[in-house]
Structure formats: C-alpha cells, structure tokens
C-alpha cells in the first residue's frame, strides 16, 4: 500500500473525529446505502463509517474470520442463555498436559498434528486412547472442552 493511500487514508478519519452528528449521518446514508441505525450515537456512527473507510481501502476480514463470527452469531441467537463460547486455539509449539492413574502426560500441538513419547498423532483422540485404553474425545480428555464434570483418573 503506498504511502500518498495510508495518508489519504488518516486524514478521512481524522476528519471523521471533528464531523458533527448531522453530517455523520449523512455520511453514513451516502456510504451504506441506508439509514443509520437510531441508537447509534456519533461515536458509533464514527466507529462504523472509519471500519469501512479502512475495510475499503486495505480489505476487510478474511474467510475464517467471517466464518467464525458468523458461527457466534449463529450460537448466541441459539442460546438459552445468550452465552458466547470461543472457539479455543491451540498454536503449534503448545505443550498440553494431562494428569491420568498419577503419571502427567506431555503432548507437543504441532503445525499439522500433535506428538506424544517422541511420535507424531493426528489426532488427540488418539493420545488419549493410548493413554487411558478406552474411547476417549481428545480435546476434552486434555481440558480443551467443558466435559461437563471431571474425568476420573
């Protein structure tokens, strides 16, 4: 992105701070295409004009984003509760362990897989039936998802 872009670019949002709410409004009819919401007060009619602006000029959210905001938009409305759980993440390089019969157990999250003694895994379910010898969800036998109640070592 050139330089002459990025300041273009911050001097439309620092003319957005000093624009009185008459004309945010207006600004945000002329850039979405329909009424600006009447909650919105001018700070969030700033916010919401000043994403665009950007998302206009250096791209908005990539796919995976997208998907997972509409995931939790999707769970919200679905909810009895109206609780939002986050995906958890685990990047490569994270140890997880797990306790299980008194011996802690080390697994290494790799790039494509995980490794447990030394050997690669693609899947933690598989460490964990190694471990234990029984059919085990692996993300929830190494704490990644509410169970609901404690494993039993």
Known sequence: MPADVDEAIEAELARLRSMPK?????????????????AFGPDLLRRSLAYRIQEQAFGGLD??????LNNLISQHSKGKDGRIVMPRRIKPGAVLVREWKGQSHRVM???DGF??????FASLSEIARLITGARWNGPRFFGLRDNGGEAKP
Request: glycine share 4%; charged share 35%.
């Open 115 to 120: 490794a447990y003694e030394g050997k690669p």
């Open 22 to 38: 008459v004309e945010l409004r207006q600004r945000y009819r002329a850039t979405f295409k329909v009424d600006p919401p009447k």
């Open 109 to 111: 999250v790799l790039q």
């Open 63 to 68: 796919a995976a984003t997208r998907r997972m």
